[in-house]
């Protein structure tokens, strides 16, 4: 009896996973059209803003245009202009962290309904990928003191807790 509780709560568990994946498949999706649409508002923005009140209505004028842009890029005049590009390249690292993390514990959820355990060594992999693009995340974004460096050494310890369970699996696989 213990034993066929013990059986469908495991299933129900994979079941879950599944659905887990699913998930984490769909939001991985909605990120990387944040991205996109993100990159293209940024742009039009950029144009816009330096367009200003003026229409660009010949060649010379554009050529201009661009030349502006491009010595704003390479000398910024203002503090400002530099902090809002560190803005939006912290925000952009951090869309692209998110969709990194999502793909990996998709990958978590699949192996773990095909293999049914947790326990494996492409789990182990998935775990210790996301504590590497924890700190990554950490060092572009620049805040080490917030509440990324404590996501980043909390998947640090569950990757060393998975990787030890992982060892121990294979130590009792190997004595059965």
């Not at 491009?70 to 951090?94: G, H, I």
Request: hydrophobic content about 45%; glycine content about 4%.
């Amino acid at each position: 009896m213990e034993n066929q509780n013990l059986f469908e709560t495991k299933e129900k568990m994979l079941n879950v996973f599944t659905k887990l994946n699913k998930i984490t498949s769909i939001a991985k999706k909605i990120i990387i059209v944040l991205i996109v649409v993100s990159c293209i508002s940024c742009f039009a923005a950029g144009i816009i803003a330096g367009m200003g009140a003026e229409k660009i209505t010949d060649n010379e004028q554009i050529i201009q245009f661009f030349d502006e842009i491009a010595q704003k890029l390479e000398n910024p005049t203002q503090e400002t202009e530099m902090v809002d590009a560190s803005m939006y390249l912290s925000a952009f690292a951090a869309l692209f962290l998110m969709a990194f993390i999502l793909d990996e514990l998709g990958k978590i959820f699949y192996y773990t309904v095909e293999n049914k355990t947790p326990f494996t060594k492409e789990n182990v992999k998935c775990l210790k990928e996301i504590c590497i693009g924890s700190v990554v995340g950490c060092v572009i974004t620049s805040k080490f003191f917030d509440l990324s460096l404590i996501y980043a050494i909390t998947m640090s310890a569950i990757y060393y807790m998975f990787k030890f369970a992982y060892i121990l699996q294979q130590e009792s696989d190997e004595t059965l």
